[in-house]
């Protein structure tokens, strides 16, 4: 979510997606394609309009937008076009991993045809749940959202483990979160935060033993505690990247601007590492395509990490 609450979830639909072909526009790949929306838009027709602006480039995701007005789309990109479900097209506002149109389909004919899909069986759920929520309840709007994902998580369904869940109070500019390490519910303010370019990018283990509001627990972000989570993250789960990959990846999120453009009291002594090696360069095209890969994981190796920054891809 960024400060003028607009929010952007990410879920797998490799199924179904097909990547726009080359054009004049400017290519982002997905996680910065998500990036440069937080960084430029305000509200879910700015992120649609946006199309004629940049191209997203090697997604597998489709993408659930909402802004503060209340406002909501589900994005996909589908034979090679943006194709989008709001306002009367969008009768729930719930999302999974099949298409919006094959999802609601299913919901709506779930009293004739039952659900054996778990990715349809969780939208049905996600979608009776959001129909039902009566706003003059007791029950308070952030529980009942915690209860929602609760009840479509990976362990109730039998299908894994739920790592993490977040609840966007876009109203407040309220992130609420817990995690499978921590299960207590805390909260970041997103008002609180300094979006300029006079203070540096912060970042949080949102594994930290905290609860409640952690706005103040946010810390400086630091380029080696980036690349040793990163590296945790790549040994945790069998992924073998070589030490240059893993370097060239953590130094990429120093080069945008506004973190660049800033003149820090304290520098990472890491910031001017040594030349690589020569086993870091002895194959530039292993490296290529492993950077290539990395960009891929990127948003799953954040998972352990938020990392907030300002205006990254401007226009």
Request: glycine residues 6%; charged residues 20%; contains cysteine.
């Amino acid at each position: 979510m960024n400060e003028a609450g607009l929010v952007i979830s990410t879920m797998n639909l490799g199924y179904a997606t097909q990547n726009p072909l080359p054009d004049e526009r400017p290519p982002l790949e997905s996680g910065f394609w998500v990036q440069y929306q937080l960084d430029n838009c305000s509200t879910v027709e700015e992120v649609i309009a946006s199309d004629s602006l940049v191209r997203i480039a090697h997604t597998v995701d489709h993408y659930l937008v909402c802004d503060r007005k209340g406002t909501c789309a589900a994005i996909e990109f589908i034979g090679g076009e943006m194709v989008c479900h709001t306002g009367e097209t969008m009768p729930v506002q719930a999302l999974t991993n099949h298409t919006y149109h094959e999802s609601v389909r299913a919901w709506q004919e779930s009293t004739l045809f039952p659900i054996t899909n778990t990715s349809l069986l969780r939208f049905s759920i996600a979608a009776n749940r959001v129909k039902g929520f009566k706003p003059d309840s007791s029950e308070s709007v952030i529980d009942y959202a915690f209860d929602t994902l609760e009840q479509v998580s990976g362990e109730e369904m039998g299908r894994g483990t739920t790592f993490w869940s977040i609840v966007f109070d876009t109203e407040n500019s309220l992130v609420y979160f817990r995690t499978k390490k921590n299960p207590q519910i805390r909260y970041i303010n997103v008002t609180m935060l300094d979006f300029s370019c006079k203070t540096p990018a912060k970042m949080l283990n949102i594994n930290e033993d905290l609860s409640g509001d952690i706005t103040n627990e946010l810390g400086a972000y630091s380029y080696t505690a980036n690349r040793v989570h990163m590296t945790r993250f790549l040994e945790e789960w069998g992924i073998n990247i070589s030490p240059g990959s893993i370097r060239a990846i953590c130094r990429h999120f120093d080069e945008f601007f506004c973190v660049k453009r800033n003149e820090y009291a304290e520098q990472d002594s890491e910031r001017s590492e040594p030349s690589p090696s020569a086993e870091d360069t002895s194959d530039d095209t292993t490296m290529n395509l492993e950077l290539a890969f990395l960009l891929v994981i990127l948003a799953t190796s954040c998972v352990g990490y938020f990392i907030y920054r300002t205006r990254n891809l401007g226009h």
